[in-house]
């Protein structure tokens, strides 16, 4: 008689930063070839002018990619990136939002670019409420030197905003980079967590803004290899709650090759959230 295979403790996923200049299809496949469940796929920049994907507008690439996730059965947990902006024009968003759903993802990679709090709450809040019919979940990731600079910062605009598809997104390394604390993580409601992001980094960490965003695109550490707390971190957060590997190293990456590189941090990420050998 044949064993009924053990449901899978953790979702894990592979962050489109860590191979920032794959294609999606190739995201999909590096996922499957790394034996994790999913992907992330970056659609729009993080940054004017920065890279990305062009799906919202190149069909051919779409169906490739919807072809390679039927292949392979990797799904893609989050889409990058809308980015809140003063000048945010929430129409713009429905594009965007219609290929997320297309591509059968849960959640939308959110950042908050205005310092006008309430104006971004309210952006925010219409922002869940048109991603609402597409299932998708808006996850507001504070980074230290955007306007959502901790996690109490994300915490009180999803409070705030109060819809069921907002959501706080914990990356490992601005948690560490922030004024954020373990206490701050443990009080979110398992409501607004759907996800978490894994890498590790160097402690203390840079001082400037400028070191900050080049250490967060450019130079992170697998998980194990700096000095952030990343199993007291992940501790406070639900044990089922899926996890984004995310490890852009713009040296060892492409040195190495992008795929051994995804294995090697999947492997470290395992290491340090199945320290018991429990094979996700």
């Known amino acids: 008689m044949t ?3 053990a449901t899978p403790r953790r979702m894990y996923s592979l962050a489109q930063l860590i191979a920032l200049p794959y294609t999606p299809p190739q995201m999909v496949q590096l996922a499957a070839n790394t034996g994790c469940h999913a992907c992330g ?12 994907h062009a799906l919202e507008t190149d069909a051919a690439l779409r169906r490739e990619t919807l072809a390679r996730i039927a292949h392979t059965g990797v799904k893609v947990l989050d889409v990058e990136i809308i980015r809140i902006t003063p000048d945010f024009d929430l129409a713009n968003c429905r594009a965007f939002l219609e290929v997320c759903a297309e591509l059968g993802a849960r959640h939308v990679l959110t950042a908050g670019i205005d310092e006008n709090e309430a104006r971004l ?5 219409a922002l869940c409420d048109l991603a609402a019919p597409y299932g998708l979940s808006l996850d507001l990731e504070f980074m230290p030197w955007t306007a959502v600079k901790s996690v109490g910062d994300a915490a009180r605009i999803v409070t705030a905003v109060s819809k069921p598809n907002a959501a706080v997104l914990v990356d490992a390394l601005h948690w560490a980079r922030s004024a954020s604390t373990l206490d701050g993580v443990a009080a979110l409601p398992r409501s607004a967590l759907n996800y978490a992001q894994i890498c590790d980094g160097r402690v203390p960490g840079p001082t400037t803004v400028e070191g900050l965003i080049h250490d967060a695109r450019c130079e992170r550490m697998q998980p194990g290899e700096g000095g952030i707390p990343l199993r007291e971190l992940f501790a406070r957060l639900p044990a089922d709650l899926p ?10 990456a492409p040195a190495m090759g992008y795929e051994a590189w995804a294995k090697q941090c999947f492997a ?13």
């Not at 709450?121 to 809040?125: K, L, N, V, W």
């Open 243 to 252: 996890v984004s590997i995310e490890v852009p190293d713009d040296k060892r």
């Open 3 to 5: 064993p009924t295979p």
């Open 268 to 280: 470290a990420a395992k290491r340090v959230l199945e320290p018991q050998g429990a094979e996700p």
């Open 41 to 52: 796929i970056r659609i729009r920049p993080s940054s004017p002018g920065g890279p990305f």
């Open 121 to 125: 709450t309210a952006h925010y809040a």
